[in-house]
């Protein structure tokens, strides 16, 4: 049974996560023990429906013999907990090796990229997009002749500055020779959000009921996020991300953000999609509380960082510095950190510190001050600032000021 189709076809959404894989064009590298940990933490996000809601896109086994061999391990020690699938050329040789890696895996899947524009298919096989497109329909056959039990993706790459009518055909061919799902990239980021619904809509219309599109779009424009969404509004249910958004260049959607905007609020969600009368866009709701531990692991184990300005999962997320948002939280944030994501909210000294604020952090850390006590904290934390350049006042030297400032107080 193919789960991503059957999830696809019943409006369920499915992220085709590419962090392992695309993010290693981002100037990453996951080693394999990684990789396993990240898919099965992937996977717990749905818990027994991780399968059904994540396709682990796990490496290129082409790449290398390491490469292949880190595939290989994430199909054998992350079975169950997402569906594994292995990318290749269109190529028989990368074809079959793509399939070896995957072998024996329950809901295994390879995706197998096929340049879909004239400009791309002179590049990539030296041939016109319409041949490359052919050969592309010979090796489906071949890799479900070879092993049926493994799933077939195809990827068109380039597919934003492809013709759209060809794709709808290609689409048709490929999916009765046994494809699950077409996915239309992308590569070069290069759509803006109308153009990505315009051939999302003209390819489905062209395409038989039975085609199942996958979208798998770049962020160079910064539009990535955009894009997605309005992929997933003409209907698509199979949705590339990346966590951080590591990926070729400036990357793709982060996982982490397309996950909390079309799992954090149902009714929103709906409404962004157009389908508030739809189905429930899940087998299993998403355990969002999982997202920050993910992204840290990410960011610690490929060095891109979380910053203050990461949405939904940086070190900005749930923080309170200026006296009104300190008052009333709730006004100054789109969401509730702690009931959503397990973020509990913290109050962090800077120049910005009112006297209010410089209070509630003193008390945090054991002093109870007076109001002419605030007064004077609150501008040390002011003078402090400015005299180091730095915005944010650390606490502990923030404690030994308070030290000095209380001690003819509490002294007996």
């Not at 077409?182 to 062209?206: H, K, N, R, S, Y």
């Amino acid at each position: 049974m193919d789960v991503v189709r059957e999830s696809a076809l019943a409006g369920r959404v499915v992220l085709w996560e590419e962090s392992a894989r695309d993010g290693a064009q981002g100037k990453t590298l996951m080693d394999a023990g990684f990789r396993v940990e990240l898919a099965r933490a992937q996977g717990r996000i749905f818990g027994d429906d991780g399968p059904r809601h994540v396709v682990f896109a796990a490496g290129f086994p082409a790449v290398c013999e390491q490469e292949f061999e880190a595939v290989r391990r994430v199909a054998a020690e992350a079975e169950g907990a997402v569906s594994v699938a292995a990318v290749c050329r269109g190529t028989e040789a990368d074809v079959r090796q793509a399939l070896a890696s995957v072998k024996g895996s329950a809901h295994a899947r390879i995706m197998v990229v096929v340049p879909a524009s004239e400009a791309m298919a002179r590049v990539m096989v030296h041939r016109t997009a319409r041949e490359a497109l052919d050969d592309g329909v010979g090796l489906v056959a071949l890799a479900r002749d070879t092993d049926d039990a493994v799933a077939v993706d195809v990827c068109l790459a380039d597919a934003s500055r492809a013709d759209h009518a060809l794709m709808a055909d290609y689409a048709n061919i490929v999916t009765s020779a046994g494809a699950g799902t077409v996915v239309l990239a992308d590569t070069v980021g290069c759509q803006l959000p109308a153009e990505t619904t315009a051939m999302f809509t003209d390819v489905a219309d062209q395409a038989d009921d039975g085609v199942v599109l996958g979208s798998h779009l770049h962020n160079d424009l910064g539009l990535g996020l955009a894009n997605t969404l309005q992929a997933a509004a003409t209907g698509v249910r199979v949705l590339s991300s990346s966590w951080l958004g590591v990926a070729e260049r400036s990357g793709m959607v982060a996982t982490e953000q397309l996950l909390f905007l079309l799992g954090g609020d149902p009714a929103r969600a709906a409404d962004v999609l157009g389908s508030p009368d739809g189905p429930s866009l899940w087998w299993s709701v998403p355990d969002l509380t999982r997202l920050p531990a993910i992204t840290r692991a990410v960011s610690a184990h490929t060095g891109v960082p979380l910053t203050v300005t990461t949405p939904i999962v940086g070190t900005g997320v749930g923080t309170i510095s200026t006296g009104t948002p300190f008052v009333h939280p709730e006004l100054f944030q789109p969401f509730d950190p702690s009931a959503l994501l397990g973020i509990e909210p913290s109050v962090v000294l800077t120049h910005l510190a009112s006297a209010r604020v410089v209070t509630a952090v003193a008390a945090r850390l054991g002093h109870d001050l007076d109001r002419e006590q605030a007064r004077s904290a609150m501008h040390w934390v002011k003078e402090r600032a400015y005299r180091t350049g730095r915005a944010v006042v650390e606490d502990q030297a923030f404690a030994d000021h308070l030290d000095v400032l209380t001690a003819g107080r509490d002294a007996p």
